[in-house]
């Protein structure tokens, strides 16, 4: 993985150093409130409901075992001994200290991390594919370039007060396991047919009250011109997007308005004048960055272990694990292997310190001392050797990172909503917790089979709730919360067969405590319809939302549902 | 007299800025004075007899830089506006000035400019910060610097870091 020289040491180092003195003044009186905010969100600080909450970095995903056990001792040290991993692989802690900051910063610092631009309107952590390097579909590795951008955007000068936050992702295999559709930037590494690598840039997607799938703006750009024609990018969007109205200004809004042609005409128009110039990527730069992420040295290993596969025989609960949590990897013998944060009970991508110090410690022993972290808040261990599944099962299992409900209903996606978060409208934790206890046969949660649900307490759909294919969405009416549900989004991955869609909301609002029983009356209804090996998402793209929407309105629930008298 | 950071120093400063009121017709003060482009474009013939010294002109977040272009050879002194500071439009103006139209005369950040933008702006040309009049503009003069290398290219440094010095290669390998 990519390690910092001298020049990335020096920048986070003075980059704490001025975030230590930006408190300081803070907290002196020197710096208003409405100065500081900017600031500090910058540097990943959030003022919440209870404490601040600092969101950290995990770039494009990657975290080695040493990184993973000081996001422990930090979440020891400043928190409550755990951390809350996001939809845009960062980690976030709910209770530090304003003034513990600066140092959560500086012990960040001494293990190459830090929270730059994790929030505020600016370009944030460059996202990419959590199988980055192993998986089997890959066209070319994502990490390089998703690096080369995350240093390009990290202070660059012109475009740190943007109209509002802006999020680029990068995929570089067959499947789209990184919601390009869904960001301000998409990049998909392609390769032209006479071999020349490059990008298909995606521009103007989101999430939001607004969403929208970003149309390809350039269907082929040599991969050395990514900094430079992003720029262009981010010029006219600084220059052109909407600064009167907060809901109007990502860039989805300019790119909507002026039509994709046109905004890809203002795009080349401006790059014209940058191309080719300084900051084009040179083989040079590609070539010492891309040889940070030269595979580790990987055993030869058979491609059958015939140990293991006697245990999927005797095992039937190894079995149904291997089955969800283990994926292919592009080298014999190997396997990446998932770790569930989602485990009934626990909220949607939290883990305990003594959780991270485990999986850093299996990360060494079980491969090269590398941690993944995906959109869909889990963990992942990239290369685990195949005989070794057993063993790691048996751990994981007891640290209670082994539930076998990985793509299916209960690995539901969720923000850390109204419980947290002072954004939000409605609480997401509870609601999530509420459809897994209801759902906790695990028979009947394979039969169901591939199911994303993703829950956002707020429009700022931080659990991207738009691309689940049941998306709950938490709204506030006069003063009570309510969750508003939608069917057939789809992220882009193979989940939903590859389509990238926008949720259809099926009707009016329920209560917290109707929705396991609605989304009981979804599958029930589902089950019903579906065909041999249909997935929920295929019946509900066959059919549309309207027999779900009958049968869901059908007939009174429980607590009632937004206009009914019926109180909770 | 105000005072305003130029190229690196803290000194006097008798410009004033011109701010017409809505639908008000301007009247161009004696003195040095910096004007709003809309009274540049329709008075430049007469402003320009005042002599180049004495007027400037400034570009709102919604200007085009690129109206400016026939005088900026000419012009010492162009300012940019920052209504609020979180309102970055004014670096994308600047850079522009600087980059694409070639100006060398001063460059000054006016309105809304607080000690902590002035790297940023510095890096994309500004030489010249009227810094809030309640901020301690000696503390932001020490405050113009806090980081000492950038990774992208950009007015004051056009070269990217890996151009510049060889980074580092990970164990082992290396060119």
Redesign the interface.
């Known amino acids: 993985m990519y390690?910092?020289?001298?020049?990335?040491r020096?920048?986070v180092a003075?980059?704490v150093?001025?975030y230590r003195?930006?408190v300081r003044r803070f907290l002196a009186g020197e710096?208003g409130e409405d100065?500081f905010r900017?600031?500090r969100l910058q540097n990943g600080l959030y003022i919440q409901r209870h404490a601040p909450m600092l969101r950290i970095a995990i770039p494009y995903g990657l975290l080695s075992a040493r990184q993973l056990r000081m996001l422990a001792s930090i979440a020891r040290r400043y928190d409550r001994g755990y951390g809350h991993f996001t939809t845009r692989q960062n980690i976030q802690y709910n209770w530090p200290r304003l003034e513990d900051t600066p140092d959560i910063l500086a012990d960040l610092a001494s293990v190459e991390m830090h929270a730059i631009q994790t929030s505020g309107?600016c370009v944030r952590n460059i996202t990419s594919d959590e199988f980055a390097g192993v998986a089997p579909d890959e066209i070319l590795d994502p990490r390089p370039f998703a690096e080369i951008l995350r240093?390009?955007?990290?202070?660059?000068?012109?475009?740190?007060?943007?109209?509002r936050k802006f999020k680029i992702a990068i995929n570089g295999a067959a499947e789209d396991r990184a919601a390009v559709a869904f960001h301000d930037i998409g990049l998909h590494l392609v390769r032209a047919p006479d071999g020349a690598i490059g990008f298909r840039v995606i521009a103007g997607g989101g999430m939001g009250r607004t969403p929208m799938l970003g149309p390809a703006i350039r269907e082929f750009l040599p991969w050395r011109h990514m900094?430079t024609y992003v720029e262009a990018i981010l010029?006219v969007y600084?220059?052109h997007g909407r600064?009167d109205n907060l809901f109007k200004a990502r860039i989805k809004i300019l790119v909507k308005a002026l039509g994709a042609q046109e905004f890809a005409r203002q795009v080349e128009q401006e790059w014209a004048?940058t191309k080719d110039?300084?900051?084009t990527i040179?083989d040079?730069?590609l070539?010492?960055v891309a040889?940070?992420f030269?595979p580790p040295a990987y055993e030869n290993l058979p491609a059958v272990d015939a140990g293991i596969e006697a245990q999927l025989r005797q095992s039937a609960a190894f079995a149904r694990w291997v089955g969800r949590a283990v994926r292919p990897h592009r080298v014999a013998g190997y396997r990446a292997v998932v770790l569930s944060l989602k485990k009934t009970g626990v909220p949607p991508g939290d883990a305990t310190a003594q959780q991270m110090e485990l999986v850093a410690g299996w990360s060494e022993r079980f491969g090269f001392g590398e941690i993944r972290v995906s959109h869909e808040q889990n963990l992942i261990l990239p290369d685990v050797r195949l005989a070794d599944l057993r063993a790691l099962w048996e751990e994981a299992r007891a640290a209670g990172l082994a539930t076998p409900n990985l793509g299916l209903l209960t690995d539901i996606i969720s923000c850390p909503g109204g419980d947290f978060c002072s954004l939000a409208n409605a609480k997401s934790i509870p609601v999530a917790l509420g459809i897994q206890h209801r759902f906790d046969d695990l028979d009947y949660l394979h039969d169901i089979g591939e199911l994303n649900i993703n829950i956002s307490g707020c429009m700022n759909s931080c659990g991207h709730h738009h691309a689940g294919h049941i998306g709950i969405l938490g709204v506030d009416k006069d003063g009570e919360e309510w969750y508003q549900v939608s069917l057939g989004g789809a992220d882009g991955s193979d989940a939903g067969r590859g389509r990238s869609a926008i949720g259809k909301v099926i009707g009016p609002s329920f209560k917290a405590g109707d929705m396991p029983d609605v989304v009981s009356r979804l599958i029930d209804i589902y089950v019903g319809l579906r065909r041999e090996d249909e997935r929920f998402i295929d019946t509900v793209a066959r059919l549309g939302i309207a027999p779900f929407k009958a049968g869901v309105y059908g007939s009174p629930l429980r607590a009632g549902r937004e206009g009914a008298t019926v109180d909770a | 007299m105000p005072e305003i950071i130029l190229r690196g120093a803290v000194v006097h400063d008798d410009w004033q800025v011109l701010r017409p009121s809505g639908g008000q017709q301007a009247v161009v003060p004696a003195g040095r004075v910096i004007v709003p482009l809309p009274v540049w474009q329709a008075d430049h013939e007469a402003l320009s007899l005042r002599g180049g010294v004495g007027v400037g002109v400034w570009l709102a977040?919604t200007d085009e830089p690129g109206a400016l272009a026939p005088w900026l050879g000419a012009l010492k002194l162009v300012a940019v506006d920052f209504p609020k500071?979180?309102?970055?439009?004014g670096?994308?103006?600047a850079?522009l000035l600087r980059?694409?139209h070639a100006y060398r005369g001063e460059l000054r950040a006016i309105g809304d400019v607080?000690p902590?933008q002035l790297?940023?702006?510095s890096?994309?040309g500004f030489d010249a910060f009227a810094v809030r009049a309640d901020k301690d503009i000696r503390q932001a003069l020490r405050?113009l610097q806090?980081?000492?290398?950038?990774?992208?290219?950009?007015w004051s440094n056009?070269?990217?870091?890996?151009?510049r010095?060889e980074?580092?290669?990970?164990r082992g390998?290396?060119?």
């Open positions: 390690r910092y020289d001298q020049l990335d020096t920048m003075e980059r150093a001025q003195d930006q710096l100065e900017p600031l309107n240093q390009w955007s990290t202070f660059h000068p012109e475009f740190a007060f943007l109209p900094n010029r600084n220059r600064r004048h110039g300084q900051d040179s040079h730069e070539a010492r040889a940070y030269e | 977040g500071f979180t309102d970055g439009r670096y994308s103006i850079h980059s694409r607080l902590d790297f940023y702006m890096r994309v405050s806090p980081f000492s290398d950038s990774y992208q290219g950009s056009p070269v990217p870091a890996y151009r010095h980074r580092g290669w990970p390998a290396g060119a």
